[in-house]
T-cell receptor, first 116, second 116 residues
Framework: AQSVSQHNHHVILSEAASLELGCNYS??????LFWYVQYPGQHLQLLLK??????LVKGIKGFEAEFIKSKFSFNLRTPSVQWSDTAEYFC??????????????FGQGTTLQVKP | NAGVTQTPKFQVLKTGQSMTLQCAQD?????MSWYRQDPGMGLRLIHY???????DQGEVPNGYNVSRSTTEDFPLRLLSAAPSQTSVYFC???????????????FGEGSRLTVL
């Protein structure tokens, strides 16, 4: 079965530190990849997505992610975190041929805590 | 536009009680789905629908029932609530594939359910 694995469950950083959150998926076919963010008390919002083309995608708030097909990875990065980035981050995948059935597979989530 | 609207936001049930979580979207999305979010487990798909009159099971469907009589509404029914169903429930929707549509999900604000 498809699965998504996020390696960091809880990350604590100081403001201005760099961040990289790991995400690996198990499906070998063509996929779409997503990072969602959930700020405290809010619903999930799309941070960025990869569909095709340039494997380095940029999202909102200075975040970017790189799709490395050979490693089945889609790691999220930012060079400098802010206190307002404190949130839970979810990596998600869907198979290209079922991409429009709302069947995203989510990772376990990473809680990011940024100290001011 | 309101997007995806869920009600109620909070609910406490006793074991064995039944209830319905309501979900409505005003984006004319064909696809709708229900997820539950539990600590350390990310989001897991309960049921989904690809259009009015069509529903299917996701990863964790037991104890839940859905129907899709209109494009806009996708209620989730708990037939006989159990403590294991204590969770946060998210409804989501997306549109049919057109161009570069990747199946990005749009989420409601969530419904926090506690079963005693």
């Amino acid at each position: 079965a498809q699965s998504v694995s996020q390696h960091n469950h809880h990350v604590i950083l100081s403001e201005a530190a760099s961040l990289e959150l790991g995400c690996n998926y198990s499906y070998g076919g063509t996929v779409n990849l997503f990072w969602y963010v959930q700020y405290p008390g809010q619903h999930l919002q799309l941070l960025l997505k990869y569909f095709s083309g340039d494997p380095l995608v940029k999202g909102i708030k200075g975040f970017e992610a790189e799709f490395i097909k050979s490693k089945f990875s889609f790691n999220l990065r930012t060079p400098s975190v802010q206190w307002s980035d404190t949130a839970e981050y979810f990596c998600a995948v869907n198979r290209r041929q079922t991409s429009n059935t709302g069947k995203l597979i989510f990772g376990q989530g990473t809680t990011l805590q940024v100290k001011p | 536009n309101a997007g995806v609207t869920q009600t109620p936001k909070f609910q406490v049930l006793k074991t064995g009680q039944s209830m319905t979580l309501q979900c409505a979207q005003d984006m004319n999305h064909e696809y709708m789905s229900w997820y539950r979010q539990d600590p350390g487990m990310g989001l897991r798909l309960i049921h989904y629908s690809v259009g009015a009159g069509i529903t299917d099971q996701g990863e964790v469907p037991n104890g839940y029932n859905v129907s899709r009589s209109t494009t806009e509404d996708f209620p989730l029914r708990l037939l006989s609530a159990a403590p294991s169903q204590t969770s946060v429930y998210f409804c989501a929707s997306t549109r049919r594939a057109l161009g570069d549509n990747t199946g990005e999900l749009f989420f409601g604000e969530g419904s926090r359910l506690t079963v005693l």
